[in-house]
């Protein structure tokens, strides 16, 4: 099982604190998204539980704390897809891939052919074959978010840690990146915690959205009880309009006096 | 009629294209190159030795006694030596470049080269002819000079930026490869007698090369490039950010510290008997990643191979471009290695790596 616990959790970088006693609980196969404004502490908490940066309180993934957990456990449990991938000039689409093996050997360890089966399953599934000797540095938008998550599946871990997975993508690609991740979620019952800037594709994709603000939980729930007009115009500061739509979400709409 | 079963999940699967891989052409170019330098390197000299006599004295056959002294005792350990500072200033230099994601990082931009320089200095001019256990006392002085250049270089730029930036150590590396030089200069100008000794030193020489040297520096060499060509595979995960690394569980820290620690025992020991060898650890590197690719599993052992190559061919120049007289070494690559540094400077982007 792959439910994720907070219990108590605090960050601070430098003394200054980013998330102050956080009690989240995400169950397993599920998909949160954290909402809130700019500096709201959405990433932190997802570097947090990927323990990339030190936290007080306790996280647990499958009833273990990721304090007591080898750095490479820690990886094996849990894949990171940062917000701005950093894609090496000159290094290929499937080595890149192949790099998502590294939890899965030793410290100065050789890739398997079961290592390259994987990465080879994992380029097909993200239709990427026709792409992959070609270098990351000739790639789309698009297919770069593509091979970035097809890097953190071939970690093969059961929880997804995704940092604005649509930020400078247009509208079109938005929906497909979103679409790819939500399928994958199904097919490899992956939990889902992804931090997100559009409110609206928020809704529509995750089960519950958690809505930060200071680094602390100001909201938690499904999208009708999270996206409510006064919420996010405390919250934002932003003037919006929230109009449910029948079975396809909640639309969070900025309007202009 | 026989039938054979195929087990098709015992069939490896098709290697995908864009596996990183050393393909067997281009390690066996890197051999071929490295064998033909060493042939140039021995056959080059003031005194006229054919390749039959070379092979006899290899093999232990009749030969002049004053050709195979000249072959044993002068060109065979130059050859061997020039292979062992080529080939680890080059596989230090791609060990740099990848731990601090610069391309222009090379065994003498963190200070080793003014380190040792240096060191050798201090003992030449202060301690002339002085021997500690039967070995000259300059090699070692420089050694020491080197170690203690790059790993005040890495604790400056740790304390001062942390380990998240590369840019810091490379700065903190300048800084103190210019304050070694400040000193170093002011004694040399202080200690007029041995300057022509200093300079001769920095320049670098492989003229003096024996067998002892070889000796000296063949088990730092040897732990240096072992440990670096272990660690290529994690020096192509390097080259992703570093949350992304560390998710990975790959100890980055670590990482970093055994490759620069390794990096810099080799420099150190080959600084020590070749002197100032500058720019083979860009030029290399470099000259393989533009043809052949990128990967650390491909940069690194190539690296070895060419570097040696390039080194003896290097040395072999030095001897006959001025014939009788010598080049330093350093001379000939400097002068291929500056316009070379600054066309990668002009091309590449400082983050591409």
Known sequence: MSDIVLAGVSVAYDGEPVVRDLDLTVASGEWLALIGPNGAGKTTILRAIARLVSFRGEIRIGGRAVTE??????????????????????????QYVLLGRAPHLGYLGKESSRDRRIVRDVVRRLALEELASRPLDRLSGGERQRAAIARALAQQAPVLLIDEPTSSLDVGRQQSVLELIDQLRKEQELTVIAAMHELTLAGQYADRLALLVGGRLAAIGSAAEVLTEPAIAEHYRAQVKVIQMNG?????????? | MLSIKVDAAAVPPAVLAG??????????????????????GVLVGPVHIGVGTVVQTLVGGAVDPGQANILWSLRFPRVVLGVLVGGTLAIAGAAYQGVFRNPLADPYLLGAAAGANLGATLAIALAPGTSVLGVNVVPLAAFVG????????????????????ATGLILAGVAIAAFFNSIQSYVQQTQTSSIRQVYSWILGRLVTAGWDDVLLILPYVLLSVV?????????????????????????VRRV???????????????????????????????????????????????????????LVL??????????????????ITAFLGAPFFIAVMRSTRAAAL
């Open chain 2, 314 to 331: 290097a040395d072999a120049a030095a001897r006959t471009v001025v014939a009788p007289a010598e080049l330093p070494i350093g001379v």
């Open chain 2, 256 to 310: 970093r510290l055994i490759v620069v620690v390794a990096a810099t025992l080799g420099t150190a020991a080959v600084v020590a008997v070749g002197g100032t060898i500058a720019f083979v650890g860009i030029i290399v590197p470099h000259t393989i990643r533009l043809l052949v690719g990128r990967s650390y599993r491909v940069v690194i052992p190539l690296s070895v191979l060419f570097g040696a190559a390039f």
């Open chain 1, 69 to 94: 957990l080898s750095s490479r456990d820690v990886a094996r449990k849990v894949a990171v897809l940062v917000q701005e991938p950093q894609m090496p000039a000159g290094m290929t689409v499937a």
């Open chain 2, 227 to 251: 440990a670096i060509y272990l660690h290529r595979r994690l020096l192509d995960a390097l080259t992703l950010g570093e949350d992304e690394v560390t998710s990975l569980g790959i100890p």
């Open chain 2, 19 to 40: 596996m990183p891989r050393l393909r067997w052409g281009w390690a066996g170019a890197g051999l071929l190159a490295l064998a033909a330098s060493c042939g140039v």
């Open chain 1, 248 to 257: 396809s979400g909640t639309a969070v709409v900025p309007v202009r006096n």
């Open chain 2, 146 to 165: 080197a170690g203690a250049a790059v790993s005040g270089a890495y604790a400056l730029g740790r304390s001062v930026t942390g380990l998240r930036s």
